[in-house]
């Protein structure tokens, strides 16, 4: 598995149409009239690491690699300097195992679970706080022109969410372009499809942002810091946690983000206001 940073120009976007990823489902509305709309697919996926059973998570079933490389990178199972001999992934047993050449055994780890507040009920193994301060993330600045220019563009872009709902997307972005985009039906889930792209691909994490539809929990700065990405933006709002950690770690997080307007809880250092903010012409008080 590649670790040497290369320049990454192309984009992974959802793919709302790809068969399998939703269902048709009919009902009745409000009226009591017929409808039929598309609902989004959940399926299990058990992750192994070489020969022992890690996870089971329910997943939309797309990037199934990805996921498993980067849940076991983000739960500390999988290092920077392993060496990735091969990814199986077996779409009718529903299993994909991840072989390193390091010999590997968790069974400790595995004892101690933290059930986190991140959708479809997240896990995190072992001690969450564990190596956090350890982590040291560079100070790259952040210009709110690109904020502006991403939410822009990723709230057009197609995705599974506007055609179903009941999703949460996380997109990796270099400067005002989007790069990566996943979705899942947790949030943790399609941040660790992050990770594990980045891990594959060997992409440097020191001038990416994050923009998650997500909150802001613990679970997602703490991710975003052991992925060395030092900024995290959200649409969605914030946990007292989230935000201390965030300051504790040096990590930009940038919340409440709706047109050109947004909250940051950390990191205002770092920001630079070069985009005029237009404000919207208020209407004739009652």
């Known amino acids: ?11 992974i976007a959802p793919e709302p149409e790809k068969a399998g990823l939703t269902r048709r489902v009919t009902g009745r509305d409000h009226h009591g009239e017929e409808v039929e709309i598309a609902v989004v697919e ?14 089971t998570a329910m997943t939309i079933g797309d990037y199934p ?3 498993a490389l980067g849940f076991l990178r983000n739960q500390g199972m999988l290092q920077r300097e392993d060496v990735v001999t091969k990814v199986d992934y077996d779409d009718d047993l529903e299993v994909v195992v991840v072989r390193t050449e390091r010999k590997t055994d968790y069974e400790e780890k595995l ?3 933290t ?3 991140g959708c479809a009920v997240g896990t995190v193994f072992g001690d969450m706080m564990e190596g956090l301060d350890q ?26 969410y506007l055609a179903a709902g009941a999703i949460h997307g996380t997109v990796l972005c270099h400067e005002d372009k989007p790069l990566v985009y996943m979705e899942d039906v947790g949030r943790h889930n399609a941040v660790d499809k992050i990770a594990g792209w980045m891990f594959a691909e060997g992409a440097d994490p020191a001038d990416k942002i994050m923009y998650t539809t997500g909150r802001l929990t613990s679970e997602m700065v703490i991710k975003c810091a052991q992925m060395g990405i030092p900024t995290l933006v959200s649409r969605s ?5 989230g935000v201390e950690i965030a300051n504790t770690l040096g990590l930009t997080l940038i919340g409440r983000m709706r047109g050109q307007r947004f909250v940051c809880l950390s990191g205002e250092n770092r920001l630079i206001r070069d985009a005029e903010v237009r404000e919207k012409p208020k209407g004739p008080k009652a």
Do not use: D
């Not at 598995?1 to 984009?11: A, D, Q």
């Not at 299990?44 to 022992?52: A, F, G, V």
């Open 65 to 67: 690699e990805y996921l």
């Open 237 to 241: 709002g914030f946990t007292a946690w």
């Open 135 to 160: 982590i040291r993330l560079p100070e790259t600045p952040v210009k709110t022109s690109w904020l502006y220019a991403l939410a822009e563009t990723i709230n057009r872009m197609p995705s599974l």
């Open 111 to 113: 004892r101690k679970k």
């Open 1 to 11: 598995m590649s670790t040497t940073p290369k320049i990454v120009s192309t984009l």
């Open 42 to 55: 959940e399926r299990p996926l058990t992750i192994y690491l070489n020969s022992q059973e890690i996870v």
């Open 115 to 117: 059930r986190t507040s």
